[in-house]
């Protein structure tokens, strides 16, 4: 199953406290199906009522050449989990255009609810978008 959070907003400061932070609205997770989409948004999954939001912070990240690896802290559901994530940065004009994969066992979150008793992890995520310096909107 594949779903999307388009309601998200981020920082890269690779000399800042976090360096990276990524803050996604729970409530925006959308599969196509809006039946298992309220399901997801419930306590058996993301509790978005309670948590609004998912979270991920990281102290320091390290970019070496184009690639950009992070270790960091993934909020969700009112549990916390260490995270590793690889990224790829790309010259975009006057931005640049970041790929970013981890993966993470969302058991490990309390996401343990499954009709037939069996839950596959772990979980790919996926972050596409684009890094702009601060002030700009695109």
Known sequence: MKGRFDRLRGTLDLSGRPAVELVIDAAGLDTGNARRDKHLRSADFFGAAEHPEVRFEADAA????GRLRIRGLLYAAGRHVPVAVDAALTPDGDAFAI?????????????????????RAPTRLVLSGRLVRAGEVR
């Open 99 to 119: 790929e970013a994969e981890a993966h993470v066992d969302q058991r490990e979150l309390g996401m343990t609810w499954s009709p037939l008793g069996v839950v």
């Open 62 to 65: 390290e970019l070496a050449g």
